[in-house]
T-cell receptor
Framework: GENVEQHPSTLSVQEGDSAVIKCTYS??????FPWYKQELGKGPQLIID?????GEKKDQRIAVTLNKTAKHFSLHITETQPEDSAVYFC???????????FGTGTKLQVIP | SAVISQKPSRDICQRGTSLTIQCQVD?????MFWYRQQPGQSLTLIAT?????????ESGFVIDKFPISRPNLTFSTLTVSNMSPEDSSIYLC??????????FGPGTRLTVT
């Protein structure tokens, strides 16, 4: 089955700096890669996703990149703000209607 | 995206008892899923709740322990049966909205004593 690895497990950045979280996956059939943000005491929130026919996607301060050949994808957050502090999960699936396999999570702390 | 609610939001239960968690969606959705998130850990899929038929369970999860119902396209329940302290987790339902995206409810925080 699919295996998703995520690094780093914790990340501290100064407010205004950029943060990068990296994930690798094992199943070449996976073609949908969502990213979730989970704040304390809440359920995961879908913040951005990318499909295999796209190499990069941006939404304001957030961008994702995908390298299907190398089987890795990354989340980039620019101009970080304290409200970006949360746990971020990457995930992979063949389609959203099929099993979504999650990475181990990255706890991001943005220091004011 | 669909608005998802779960009841209860949290509970503290005695060992050996059962708890039923409800998931309600504000619109009809094709797919509903149940996940477990153990303290400080990632999310693990328990099962896919199929409308009108038996749920599809992932390896390591069985119907006797986690019976699931899905009577219609907006509602599902997960029961955690014969609980032990190892069942202390956050239980999350999610829905498939569109071709790819999954959206999560707020979760039910269960503590078993």
């Amino acid at each position: 089955g699919e295996n998703v690895e995520q690094h780093p497990s914790t990340l501290s950045v100064q407010e205004g700096d950029s943060a990068v979280i990296k994930c690798t996956y094992s199943d070449s059939a996976s073609n949908y890669f969502p990213w979730y943000k989970q704040e304390l005491g809440k359920g995961p929130q879908l913040i951005i996703d990318i499909r295999s026919n796209v190499g990069e996607k941006k939404d304001q301060r957030i961008a994702v990149t995908l390298n299907k050949t190398a089987k890795h994808f990354s989340l980039h957050i620019t101009e970080t703000q304290p409200e970006d502090s949360a746990v971020y999960f990457c995930a992979a699936s063949i389609t959203g209607y099929q099993k979504v396999t999650f990475g181990t999570g990255t706890k991001l702390q943005v220091i004011p | 995206s669909a608005v998802i609610s779960q009841k209860p939001s949290r509970d503290i239960c005695q060992r050996g008892t059962s708890l039923t968690i409800q998931c309600q969606v504000d619109s009809q959705v094709t797919m509903m899923f149940w996940y477990r998130q153990q303290p400080g850990q990632s999310l693990t899929l328990i099962a896919t709740a199929n409308q009108g038929s038996e749920a599809t369970y992932e390896s390591g999860f069985v119907i006797d322990k986690f019976p699931i119902s899905r009577p219609n396209l907006t509602f599902s329940t997960l029961t955690v049966s014969n609980m032990s302290p190892e069942d202390s987790s956050i239980y999350l339902c999610s829905v498939g909205d569109g071709a790819y995206e999954q959206y999560f409810g707020p979760g039910t925080r269960l503590t078993v004593t």
